[in-house]
């Protein structure tokens, strides 16, 4: 099972750029790195997944090594609603304790 | 559009008493089912997933057990519970396909204390 990395925490400025780190080194060829969100109590959020290519949607941008060994979920514009807890994982069968994001006024 | 139900959003139990949490999937048909753990300060963990009526795999040995009786529904089960029981289950679907690809989506969750 790909085993995956983050910072416990991290804080961003409101309106700035929240770059948020991952490493997977074990994660297979063929496995969809995927990244979501939990707000406190309630069930994580489905943010953005991403193969090889760099991804983007409403929600955020996912940058994915050529190696495939990490990756870095982007928010290009956080919001005081943005502050959350923020999961990568590989398999979805496990999702480490994720990075906690605080967005700060 | 789908829908997940959990219930009871939240539930205290003494040491050795039954467990049922149920969960419910509307507007989709041969869902993937998942129940999730998450004990405090720890991630969230896959305890056992189903790809079909009456189709559990366990991921995780304990003394919790998973059924699926009808095609959107997916119950959590326990005879005793156990002190180390206590957390936060999440169920969440899929759509029919392979079982760990496609993204997920969560249940509100049901909040366990057992004292």
């Known amino acids: 099972d790909a085993k995956t990395t983050q910072p416990p925490s991290m804080d961003c400025a409101e309106g700035r750029a929240a770059n948020l780190p991952c490493n997977h080194s074990?994660?297979?060829?063929?496995?969809?790195v995927y990244w979501y969100r939990q707000i406190h109590s309630q069930g994580p959020q489905y943010i953005i997944h991403g193969l090889k290519n760099n991804e983007t949607n409403e929600m955020a941008s996912l940058i994915i090594t050529e190696d495939r060994k990490s990756s870095t979920l982007i928010l290009p514009h956080a919001t005081l609603r943005d502050t959350a807890v923020y999961y990568c994982t590989g398999n979805q069968f496990y999702f480490g304790t994720g990075t906690s994001l605080t967005v700060i006024p | 559009s789908q829908t997940i139900h959990q219930w009871p959003a939240t539930l205290v139990q003494p040491v050795g008493s039954p467990l049922s949490l149920e969960c419910t999937v509307e507007?989709?048909?041969?869902?993937?089912l998942y129940w999730y753990r998450q004990a405090a300060g720890r991630g969230l963990q896959l305890l056992f997933y189903?790809?079909?009526?009456?189709?559990i795999s366990s991921e995780v040995p304990q003394n919790l057990s998973a059924s699926r009786p009808q095609d959107r529904q997916f119950i959590l089960s326990s005879k005793k519970l156990l002190l180390s029981d206590s957390g936060f289950y999440l169920c969440?679907?899929?759509?029919?396909?392979?079982?760990?690809?496609?993204?997920?989506?969560f249940g509100e969750g049901s909040r366990l204390t057992v004292l």
């Open positions: 507007g989709t048909s041969n869902p993937n």
């Open positions: 074990t994660i297979s060829g063929n496995e969809y």
């Open positions: 969440a679907w899929r759509g029919r396909g392979l079982v760990n690809t496609g993204e997920l989506f």
């Open positions: 189903s790809v079909g009526i009456g189709q």
